[in-house]
């Protein structure tokens, strides 16, 4: 009558730890904030920090200084997963755009190309009133 039970053994796999010696950097830079996202050649997300992540807050997330730092701390993150060399796209009009790349190259990733991915109208919709200060 008493059946035997079979016990499920579940076995705990810890994460390990992929070897990624070449990706991508994402940097979106805004007027507000600057992003800075690393992948794999597939796309697959490795470390991202943003200038509002590492600490800036106000009218300073704004600043390069903050997009160099983002990029710096994004940088330290990819290094745990190998990350050496990196295809850069820029996107945004903000002024982290370019210390952002310093960043990353400060922080020790050798960039391969640099491409401005920034979407650009081919008049399209209707631009925002000008701002009036």
Known sequence: MAEAKKKKVVKKTKA???SVPQG???VQASYNNTIV???DQNGDVIAWSSAGGSGFKGARKSTPYAAQV???NAAEKAKAF???AVHV??????S???QAIR???SSGINIISINDITPIPHNGCRKKKQRRV
């Open 96 to 98: 982290g755009r370019e």
């Open 37 to 39: 996202t690393l992948s």
């Open 70 to 72: 983002s990029a710096e």
């Open 82 to 84: 190998g990350l050496e």
């Open 103 to 105: 960043g990353l190259v």
């Open 24 to 26: 991508t950097a994402h």
């Open 16 to 18: 390990r730890r992929r």
């Open 89 to 94: 796209y820029v996107k945004g009009v903000g």
